[in-house]
């Protein structure tokens, strides 16, 4: 392998990597407040996709408008699909809601197979995101630099907002012990609205960046990215945001490295980075970032 | 007493089913994925059926009824779908499915309950395979990979070829171990082989490899959802090559979601187009009939794959006399030169059509069909 190619597949497992970076971030706040697994962050996402591309074709909105809107709608949607699905379950156990969040995903997906039909449609990228730049015998798409970019300042935000702000302080309250939390004044639902709110922006902007990259919209698109960043926020350490980013970027990786450095078990790609996940899992069954879980006394 | 007043029960409701059965309409089960990655194909094909059942309803005076299930492009799916046509809807005959592995799923259920079943573009060998009431209205992958590997070595002059093959998919190892063979035969030299698994969205690495192997032609026995990404990241890495691959890849949209990427692309499929000169009088019909019925939407093969399953099963019927699914399974084995939209079809002795491999090429945004090739097996 040349050094150009080298370089090449280091650029591609950067934007897969930050791709899955993106969408893990949204898991992990959920969790980290709730410990509730979304399930319905993989449609959540789809439809954050959907909706920049119908303001384009359909509204005919200038790109950044349809992007920011689109990214309010899904927040808005994030934060019904909390109230409906997951707040008559807040004091029920914990697998009702996980249970809850599943039939979400399906419910959310099989709408959208509803009104979008199951074929994909095409995507339309902004002229200056289709032309890559060379530097060498090296491409870059423009997105390439964007993504990691962006992941990173998202989770300076996310950072910023949790560890600095009032609501913050809300979140990492609840997390530790809800019912405490209800005790001491937290206006814990409308923290945990704007916790949902929050992580459905971040699945809109991920299924936004993710159809960009891989420019083609279906209803079942946000399956396998949710799976990927799923496990990807499991490996950094789920709950931690700074995981889900060291996680994600990991992952893709070693998707992109395996197929690089053994190309005949490219089909098998997905095989490694489980395989690559149970062994973190076994030596540090909390993640690489994860703290350790606290008895309650 | 009681458990003979049972037994007298069932057997009353057997009866009645039985001449329920014998009802005065022949009832037609269709499975296609409806959703799922293959809707695409699975959506245009059950146009095509429709179409069939608009222009012909009736068969020996009785009237024909459709059922149709979605099988979601799923293995498990199709093989419920399959029994619940039997089961519930009690069909005589079945059409079905886009996608070899979903067909092989559903066949085996159709194989064991005895009821005929007409693939669409099912082209694996396997489908049919030691299957005695399974049958097709396409050939079958090694003509298709071959047809492919003939085109690129002897027309194109093309001498190393790379392929991308999709692991998880019967459809795409067939294509691609067909047309290796085919082309390393007649001189040609694969350079590399690649996988990846349905569902992957991200081809970078492969490619970035089978960049720097520098081939003429690049193979991609892939779905046309795939595809299309695939061609799209190939462009963005800087590929020059020529790309190929087989009928999955035909589909109207293509040009829409692979944009400048698709220019130049060349599939192999089944010999109809609406682009195609010295239309045979049934394709004419068709085409005509799909323009009066969806205005403004292009047919595809697939759609007219669809229309022919319909009607051969249609002509089977007519030539049994009856329509009991021993006797359909009987008049399809024996079909020979049957005029349909994607031209004459004889089915051989193990029940996949015969008929020539055809060559569409994507000009100025356009899909344009080339011709016919022999392939070179």
């Known amino acids: ?297 | 007493m009681r458990k003979l007043l049972l037994l007298s029960l069932a057997l009353v409701v057997g009866l009645a089913n039985l001449a329920f059965a014998a009802d005065d309409t022949v009832k037609i089960g269709v499975f296609l994925p409806l959703t799922g990655q293959n809707a695409f194909g699975g959506q245009l094909e059950l146009e095509g059926v429709q179409m069939a059942h608009k222009e012909v309803g009736t068969i020996l005076g009785k009237k024909v009824e459709l059922f149709v299930v979605d099988n979601k492009s799923d293995k498990v799916e199709a093989a419920n779908a399959v029994q619940r046509l039997i089961e519930k809807e009690k069909v005589q005959a079945i059409i079905g499915t886009y996608g070899s592995s979903l067909a092989m799923a559903g066949g085996e259920v159709s194989e064991k309950a005895h009821i005929p079943q007409v693939g669409t573009s099912c082209t694996n060998p396997l489908v049919t395979q030691g299957k005695k009431y399974i049958f097709r209205v396409c050939f079958i992958d090694p003509y298709q990979g071959a047809g492919a590997a003939t085109y690129a070595y002897k027309t194109l002059g093309l001498k190393k070829a790379a392929l991308l093959v999709d692991v998880a998919n019967d459809y795409s190892v067939g294509l691609a171990k067909f047309f290796e063979r085919s082309f390393t035969k007649l001189g040609g030299q694969v350079v590399s082989t690649l996988n990846y698994q349905s569902g992957d969205q991200d081809f970078t690495a492969q490619l970035t490899k089978i960049i720097s192997e520098k081939p003429d032609v690049l193979f991609i026995p892939s779905y046309f959802a795939e595809g299309a990404i695939i061609m799209k990241q190939a462009a963005e890495l800087g590929a020059t090559f020529k790309i190929m691959g087989g009928d999955a890849m035909d589909n109207p949209k293509i040009t829409d979601i692979g944009g400048k990427a698709v220019e130049g692309f060349t599939h192999t499929t089944f010999p109809y187009d609406p682009s195609m000169k010295n239309m045979s009088a049934m394709a004419k019909k068709f085409t005509d009939g799909w323009k009066a019925q969806y205005p403004g939407k292009e047919p595809n093969v697939n759609a007219a794959l669809g229309y022919d399953a319909y009607m051969i099963i249609l002509d089977a019927i007519k030539r049994a006399g009856k329509a009991d699914p021993e006797a359909i399974t009987k008049a399809l084995a024996e079909t020979k030169g049957f005029e349909g939209a994607t031209g004459s079809t004889t089915i051989n002795a193990t029940h996949d059509a015969e008929k020539p491999v055809g060559l569409v090429v994507i000009k100025d945004g356009k899909k344009i069909y080339e011709g016919e090739i022999v392939p070179e097996l």
């Open chain 1, 1 to 297: 392998m040349n050094l150009a190619t080298f370089i090449q597949n280091v650029l591609n497992s950067l934007t897969l990597g930050s791709l899955y970076a993106l969408v893990a971030i949204g898991y992990t706040m959920v969790y980290g407040i709730l410990r509730l697994i979304n399930f319905a962050h993989s449609e959540i996402f789809m439809l954050g996709a959907y909706f920049v591309f119908w303001g384009i074709t359909l509204v005919h909105l200038p790109w950044p408008v349809a992007m920011v809107l689109a990214i309010l709608v899904t927040a808005s949607l994030g934060v019904l699909v909390d109230q409906v699905a997951y707040r008559p379950l807040r004091d029920a156990p914990r697998i009702s809601a996980l249970i809850s969040s599943i039939g979400v995903s399906f419910f959310l997906q099989n709408v959208a197979i509803v009104f979008f039909q199951a074929i994909p449609r095409e995507v339309y990228r902004p002229s200056w995101l289709e032309d890559p730049i060379l530097m060498g015998g090296v491409r870059v798409l423009p997105l390439t630099l964007f993504v990691p970019l962006l992941s990173l300042a998202l989770m300076l935000a996310l950072v910023y907002v949790v560890y600095r702000t009032k609501t913050g302080l809300g979140m990492r309250a609840i997390s530790k012990d809800i019912e405490t939390s209800y005790l001491m004044g937290v206006p814990v639902n409308r923290v945990i609205a704007i916790t949902f709110g929050i992580g459905s922006a971040l699945a809109a902007a991920s299924g936004i960046m993710w159809a960009l990259r891989y420019p083609q919209l279906q209803p079942i698109m946000g399956t396998i990215p949710g799976f990927k960043a799923f496990i990807a926020a499991v490996f950094g350490g789920i709950g931690s945001i700074q995981g889900a980013v060291i996680g994600g970027v990991t992952l893709g990786f070693i998707e992109i490295m395996t197929v690089a450095f053994f190309p005949d078990l490219a089909g098998y790609r997905d095989a490694f980075a489980f395989v690559l996940l149970i062994l973190v899992l076994m030596v540090k069954p909390t993640g690489l970032l994860g703290e350790r879980p606290e008895d309650k006394v």
